[in-house]
Nanobody, 127 residues
Framework: QLQLVESGGGLVQPGGSLRLSCAAS????????IGWFRQALGKEREAFSC???????YYGDSVRGRFTISRENAKNTVYLQMNSLKPEDTAVYYC?????????????????????WGQGTQVTVSS
């Protein structure tokens, strides 16, 4: 059974850091494009990062320079290192896997490009 499981969320003070993990089971995560999305309360789901099979990375303007996406194929896991966190980063964070190894143009930021989704992990940035 194909499954993605996020972990690493929690409560952190503004300016702090967290590292999220997205672990895959039932398929080889390194063969597919993996995206990170988030959804704040009352807002639409937002794509903000993606990593492809050839380790190309994409970032949205809201996180570029603060967040870093990476993958460790031996552990079948994608990571999201989040630094300089702000209260507006508070949201439920989801990882998702596409059916393709790479996504072109702006398709990495479209939810419809992804087939498999994790259950989400809450990140709260507050003092």
């Amino acid at each position: 059974q194909l499954q993605l499981v996020e972990s690493g969320g929690g409560l952190v003070q503004p300016g702090g850091s967290l590292r999220l993990s997205c672990a895959a089971s039932g398929f080889t995560l390194g063969h597919y494009a993996i995206g990170w999305f988030r959804q704040a309360l009352g807002k639409e789901r937002e794509a903000f990062s993606c990593i492809t099979d050839d380790v190309s990375t994409y970032y949205g303007d809201s996180v570029r320079g603060r967040f870093t996406i990476s993958r460790e194929n031996a552990k079948n896991t994608v990571y999201l290192q989040m630094n300089s966190l702000k209260p507006e980063d508070t949201a439920v964070y989801y990882c998702a896997a596409a059916d393709l190894p790479r996504l072109w143009g702006t398709s990495w930021s479209t939810a419809e490009s992804y087939t498999y989704w994790g259950q989400g992990t809450q990140v709260t940035v507050s003092s």
